[in-house]
């Protein structure tokens, strides 16, 4: 059951519209007080269902960069 | 889900979003989370935490390991760590899965039919100490070595001085923290007569000014930066200089960026100090009292020839004759030499010259590793002696160590050829002190200093050394100037020991391998840059047979016939050790902290008087050594601080027609050195997977590449490809290419030059020539 943590960074001043579409595909999201960045941490029950996630968080519409930062497997 | 299993994804979840919080901060300097967000890591139910200091870098971050069914699962950066308050960058937090890499080395290896093959710990220690026996029987003792760390815990270093210089009796005992800390050693001996920085991590809580010499804090010493950033919240009018080659994500956070050509920093140091006296901005008082003026030999060559020799010779001078010296550095006319417009050099000796601002300077291995390497120490501290800005809290030179106990093993315990755990070798006093103290006849210990690294490497290419041992380290990937060292090694009637953790290129050189235990799998002690000695416990079992350097050098030298100067257990000898060395370093300049008191406190500064750590030296006020009511630079017989006239010199290679860009090389944030240990973490490998040539844009559209493409760099020792990166992490001048030296299948290092300070001896991997092309 992977859980990952990743930095995304947002296109200017889309730093709310970007933490919506995070949390709509079920992912916590901690945005920054002063800059266009969000800790995204997704929780998924195995492998495949992670690269189908990552697949989907890469083609977020507000998404201008996103960077993995850690993965732990239980 | 059980309430266990719940608790235990909860946990994971806010160890994922601390390390991302802590990868944000250096990323995004400055960045701001929610506090509420980002709470400290919950009790997982059967999770123990012990107190450890970082196993990666010189900052010496205080760690909290989370210990679940005899394995480190987490980590947490330890609030009560004066050094870290609770931070920890994103290597400290990754730090313990390098415990697990697939491939740890746990079996020792001996080479047989030319190929390494597994053995018993048995077999492959009394074949080293055979080894080590005949060798010295055939060939004198002055033909076996040990190069050892500034990863190796003080206990390391401690077995390594006692066993090669007071037991065997030679000083064939280097570590790697030559090649980058000697040079602060050297400014420090020359401008002080006593060794590491005179103030701690405090001063980043009173500093005004922040100047950063060659320093890519932000990759290099995260934690201490993100201090530096937070001053700047809290304080108004905090400004941060970055005085550097190359743009990088310091850069970026700081309010000036201000880029010098390579080798020029000598040029503006002293064209600072020429403002500083031109405008009458010297402290007067502070100067007659406290300070002298000295000149020493200039044109002192760089190191290039076998057995190159060198000696300085000190001569007084006035402050009158130390004004004239400095006419030819005058702003206008250094801005030519350097880059740097008169108008910047003005702004910098502005800053140090305001009496109301306290001042920090911060660097590592720019002025270190430079052919002028204790020149641009000593003129660093010039600028801080003629202001009188130093030895109180915020006034500051800082040096800052690479590893996490350069100091604390290599240049307290004096792992190197011409040092003693107190003092220097050809000191007789210092022998005498160290032969009462090892029980050792006096005359054991040499007086003369034999092979500094680079030497030491070159003499065992030419047979003068026919048995090395190598522990925590891997030159392999590191020396300069590789191939020739490569092939040194690998000669017939060498005799070449490693012990690692995993398999490197330097395991590859190797005759015997063995596996050691890492960190927290042992008990040790680290020493950062801040003078503060950090004890971790063994929390772990080894992996598999694989013991401590210290036990290995024991096993050995008992093997020797030397056990009676090795009595103790396995169970009790970091503290016996520990005991030992102790009476190397008492008194008010130097005592370092009890054993007991080290296991229980989170670090502790020395000199350690009476109970209590400290944090200033040289100043009556902070310091119970200094005499007077004042400063008192009690490591000069009469205490007074050196004022050095350090001339400009030009480096040994520099750009020509035919090799037209400087190759500067270095680090990223995301791995430890040569990467052994942080490629074996999947998120750290991921995130710098390969070593990359980084380029100025408009070289690379001359070149016509762009990131990914790959390049072609060649120096006059040898020639790499690998992929390019422009407008990436960082952002070399035009004419510049920057490599980072962590990858063992890129090895940079066949490129760099062995040059190295006349003084310290310390190499400069910042500086050579090379060409490149498209690949
Ligand atoms: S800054 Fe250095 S000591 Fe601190 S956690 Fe990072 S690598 Fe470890």
């Not at chain 2, 430079?370 to 501290?381: A, D, E, F, S, V």
């Not at chain 2, 030179?397 to 604390?408: D, H, I, K, R, V």
């Not at chain 2, 040569?674 to 490629?679: E, L, P």
């Not at chain 2, 040898?718 to 035009?734: F, K, Q, Y």
């Amino acid at each position: 059951m992977p859980i990952k943590s990743y930095l995304a960074l947002a296109g200017e001043n889309k730093l709310e519209a970007l933490r919506t579409e995070v949390l709509a595909l079920g992912c916590e999201a901690i945005p920054a007080e002063n800059k266009d960045v969000l800790i995204v941490i997704s929780e998924t029950k195995n492998e495949e269902e992670d690269k189908a996630l990552l697949e989907k968080l890469n083609r977020m519409k507000n998404l201008r960069h996103l960077t993995l930062v850690s993965a732990f497997a239980e | 889900m059980s309430s266990i299993q719940i608790n235990r994804r909860n946990f994971i979840k806010k160890m994922a979003i601390a390390s991302a919080a802590a990868a944000a901060a250096t990323l995004f300097p400055g960045i701001i989370f929610p506090n509420d967000q980002l709470k400290g890591l919950p009790d997982g139910d059967d999770i123990q935490w012990k107190k450890s200091p970082c196993r990666f870098c010189g900052v010496g971050c205080g760690l909290l390991i989370g210990l679940q069914n005899s394995k480190a699962v987490a980590v947490k950066g330890d609030p009560a760590s004066a050094v870290n308050k609770g931070l920890c960058c994103v290597k400290g937090y990754h730090s313990v899965l390098a415990l697990y890499g697939k491939d740890r080395l746990t079996q020792p290896l001996i080479r047989r039919d030319g190929k390494l093959q597994p053995a018993t710990m048995k077999e492959a220690l009394d074949l080293v100490a055979s080894k080590m026996k005949d060798t010295i029987a055939q060939h004198g003792k002055d033909s076996v070595a040990i190069y050892g760390s500034g990863q190796w815990t003080i206990p390391d270093g401690y077995v390594a001085s006692k066993f090669m210089k007071g037991v065997i009796g030679t000083n064939n005992l280097e570590a790697n923290a030559r090649l980058c800390m000697a040079s602060a050693v050297t400014g420090f001996m020359t401008s002080f007569g006593m060794d590491e920085p005179m103030g701690c991590y405090e001063d980043f809580d009173h500093a005004d000014v922040f100047v950063m010499w060659g320093n890519n804090m932000a990759e290099m010493h995260p934690v201490l930066f993100s201090r530096m950033l937070d001053q700047r919240l809290r304080r108004n009018g905090v400004k941060i200089i970055d005085f550097a080659t190359r743009t990088t994500r310091t850069s970026m956070a700081s309010d000036r960026s201000i880029l010098f050509k390579p080798q020029t920093d000598l040029a503006v140091a002293n064209a600072i100090c020429y403002e500083i006296l031109k405008n009458n901005w010297h402290n007067r008082g502070f100067l007659q009292k406290h300070c002298v003026f000295k000149s020493g030999k200039t044109n002192i060559g760089y190191g290039l020839e076998d057995n190159f020799k060198f000696t300085d010779e000190p001569k007084d001078m006035s402050l009158e004759q130390f004004r004239a010296f400095l006419e030819d550095y005058r702003p206008e006319k250094v801005e030519k030499l350097s880059g740097v417009s008169a108008k910047d050099i003005k702004y910098m000796a502005s800053l140090y010259g305001d009496p109301n601002k306290k001042v920090m300077s911060v660097w590592c291995m720019g002025p270190n590793q430079h052919t002028r390497g204790t020149w641009m120490n000593n003129l660093i501290y010039n600028i801080h002696l003629l202001t009188g800005k130093i030895s109180t809290p915020g006034n500051s030179p800082f040096s800052l160590t690479g590893q996490p106990s350069a100091c604390g093993t290599v240049r307290e315990v004096g792992t190197l050829t011409h040092a003693l755990p107190y003092g220097s070798v050809d000191n007789e006093k210092a022998r005498e002190k160290a032969a009462k103290i090892w029980g050792v006849p006096v005359s054991n210990i040499s007086p003369k200093p034999t092979y500094h690294t680079v030497e030491m490497f070159r003499a065992l290419d030419r047979g003068d050394i026919k048995f090395i041992w190598i522990q925590t380290t891997n030159p392999m990937v590191t020396m300069p100037k590789l191939k020739r060292y490569r092939n040194g090694a690998k000669k017939e009637d060498r005799f070449v020991v490693v012990s690692d953790v995993y398999p490197t290129p330097t395991t590859d050189v190797a005759d015997v391998v063995l596996p050691a235990a890492m960190w927290i799998e042992r008990e040790g002690m680290f020493g950062n840059s801040e003078r503060r000695t950090q004890h971790f416990e063994q929390m772990l079992q080894p992996q598999g047979e694989a013991i401590s350097d210290a036990w290995q050098m024991i096993e050995v030298a008992r093997r020797m016939g030397y056990e009676k100067y090795f009595p103790w257990t396995k169970e009790n000898h970091v503290g016996k050790i520990w005991e030992e060395y102790y009476k190397f370093h008492e008194g008010d300049k130097h005592g370092i902290a009890p054993y007991e008191v080290l296991k229980k406190e989170p670090g502790v500064i020395w000199p350690y008087v009476n109970g209590k750590s400290t944090k200033w030296r040289y100043h009556a006020k902070y310091d119970p050594a200094a005499k007077g009511d004042s400063f008192d630079f009690y490591g000069k017989p009469d205490g007074k601080a050196w004022i050095w006239a350090r001339p400009y010199e030009p480096p040994p290679e520099s750009p020509d027609s035919e090799y037209p860009f400087w190759l500067n090389t270095g680090r990223v944030l995301e791995h430890w050195h040569s990467g052994s240990m942080t490629r074996r973490v999947a998120v750290l490998h991921q995130a710098v997977p390969h070593a990359y040539a980084e380029l100025h844009p408009s070289d690379a559209t001359k070149l016509g590449v762009k990131t990914g493409d790959k390049v072609k760099l060649t120096s006059r020792r040898g020639s790499i490809v690998m992929p390019a990166s422009v407008n990436e992490r960082g952002l070399p001048t035009e004419g510049q290419v920057f490599v980072p030296f962590f990858d063992e299948s890129l090895l940079i290092n066949e490129l760099t030059l062995d040059s190295f300070c006349p003084i310290s001896r310390q190499p400069d991997y910042k500086k050579c020539a090379v060409k490149v092309e498209k690949a």
